[in-house]
């Protein structure tokens, strides 16, 4: 279609702008006829230059496409051992906590049934600490009974009924016939009247022998049970002299710190008990202590035998 040309005022004629059949402007109508030429090399070169861009462009993303499946790939080659790895762990980790758990329950069951073994040792203990004083209650009645079996044999007529020979001197305890018990000089009244004195204690063998016999006859190893002997240092404080007037020298057989003189009117008077247990009975000869004289107490008689 040809484009309408138009006058000017000075007389030319120039071709008017239009539109083509398909809506765009030609290039002629933008660029015009005098500088066509140059324009169309121009765009010609723009669309070459376009063209080997777009080829650069798709062989670069052809290129990253690969490279990163190649990475893709190496990753996956070198993960996959632990991926494998990972798989056993957690298929084996029930396996590991049920063994766990059973280990402990298995602990647990040995350390009840240590308790349980344990505490049926203690009463096991307890039971043989019961027997060994059972046992050693009876080997001492036996002796005794050996003691008393033998001094009844030898002091047949040689000693009063109700007394007990040893060498050649009879012994009295108060409690053989349920006597009360006296003060001191109460008590030596009594074995006077008896045709005797309160005992004189002279050396470790008649020691041995009334603490042996106190055994028997003093029921417990306590003081209340404790026996008049015949010393004492009413005269003089600290001289302690027996009923025969012999001064005791070195035949005493004090317990630990004692004499210790205690009370408001001071002790006097010699007592002999029996202690079995406790701080003071580490050697069972030394029991002697020191009382008040009016305290009312079992004695122990002496005379020589017929």
Request: glycine share 6%; hydrophobic share 35%.
């Amino acid at each position: 279609m040809a484009s309408p040309q138009r006058r000017t005022e000075n007389g030319k004629t120039q071709r008017q702008t239009t539109t083509s059949n398909d809506g765009f402007f030609s290039l002629h109508q933008i660029f015009g006829e005098d500088t066509f030429p140059h324009q169309r090399l121009v765009l010609l070169g723009l669309g070459v230059l376009n063209v080997v861009l777009l080829i650069i462009a798709v062989v670069i993303g052809v290129n990253c496409a690969n490279a990163g499946e190649n990475s893709l790939d190496a990753h996956a080659s070198s993960a996959f051992p632990l991926f494998k790895e990972l798989q056993y762990l957690r298929s084996n980790h029930s396996d590991v906590v049920q063994a766990e758990e059973e280990a402990q329950k298995a602990l647990q069951s040995e350390m009840d049934d240590h308790a349980k073994v344990k505490e049926q040792i203690e009463l096991q203990r307890g039971a043989n600490d019961k027997y060994q004083v059972i046992i050693e209650a009876l080997q001492v009645e036996r002796e005794q009974l050996r003691v008393n079996k033998s001094a009844i044999g030898l002091s047949c007529g040689k000693c009063q009924s109700g007394w007990i020979l040893m060498n050649m001197s009879c012994y009295f305890f108060s409690t053989t016939d349920n006597s009360i018990k006296k003060s001191w000089q109460a008590s030596r009244d009594d074995c006077i009247n008896r045709g005797s004195d309160l005992v004189v204690i002279e050396d470790i063998g008649e020691q041995s022998f009334v603490v042996d016999n106190l055994q028997s006859v003093s029921g417990n190893d306590h003081y209340d049970r404790a026996f008049w002997i015949g010393l004492t240092d009413m005269v003089e404080e600290g001289k302690w002299v027996y009923v025969n007037n012999v001064t005791a020298t070195r035949s005493m057989f004090w317990m630990d710190r004692e004499p210790n003189n205690l009370g408001p009117t001071g002790e006097n008077c010699v007592a002999v008990t029996y202690i079995s247990g406790g701080p003071r009975s580490s050697n069972p000869t030394n029991s002697w202590f020191d009382s008040q004289c009016q305290r009312e107490r079992n004695w122990i008689c002496e005379t020589k035998s017929t």
